[in-house]
């Protein structure tokens, strides 16, 4: 899914042959595909919602309890996202639920992470680095090398929240070695902003825009517009802070132009 575009033409391709032919677990599974691109790598979360509806709807009626996961699952991020936490909370529990009643233990680390990540968002952080500890242990357990760079990189982002800057930055270097490993230039992407984020809150503001611009080689390649401009706001901050202002005001400009073309 690094690339947005060609995963929705996937999904959609998905989504129409499966209701030509009526079959209708492979319709809730290309509803879910076409959430997650919505709501994880374009940010257009009402359209993503509608679609974890529908394939709430499908796997409701058909008795799908792993589509009924996904599709739960999906809500809790879209509502996690959209800021509306203790909905958020509260779909990902009872996704958890059925995981854990079905056996799949993937799936459970996922949503033991999601709901770590949410109870950070809330305020809460020491729940949010329980969940995730268990998260992290569950995955080096079953050798799940991407639950295990989830785990490390969100508890990085709770550390930052909170100020414990060396604990951070120890966690997200040892999910940038996995994520590297695996080859997923968008998790690299998300997990140097972190580093870079890390180094800026801590005033190493040099260091910081060195990884940015990591970044936007990586969104280049990936068409990722949103973190792009994310990006340049963020080393606009970091330059304003160095008190180069032209390199600032640059960058600034950019950030803007980049928002208003997405």
Known sequence: LGQPQIAIEYHQHQLEIACKIHNRQAEAQARGGLGRVYCWRLDRYQIAFQYYQHQLEIARQIGDRQ?????????????????????????????????????????????????????????????????????????????????????????????????????ALVYCEKALKIIQELGDRFGESDTLNVIAGIYARSGQYETAIGYYQQILSVTRQLGYRFLEGYTRGSISYCYARLKQHDRAMRNSKLAIKIGREI
């Open 67 to 167: 589509q009924k996961i996904d599709a739960l699952d999906g809500l809790g991020d879209f509502y996690c996202r959209t800021d509306q936490y203790q909905k958020s909370i509260k779909f990902h529990q009872q996704a958890l639920a059925l995981a854990r009643e079905i056996g799949d233990r993937d799936t459970e680390s996922l949503i033991l992470g999601a709901i770590g990540s949410t109870y950070s968002l809330m305020g809460q952080p020491k729940k949010g680095i329980d969940f995730l500890q268990q998260q992290l242990n569950f995955c080096q357990t079953t050798s799940n090398r991407r639950g295990e760079w989830s785990a490390l990189r969100n508890l990085s982002g709770i550390y930052l929240m909170i100020n414990h800057y060396e604990n």
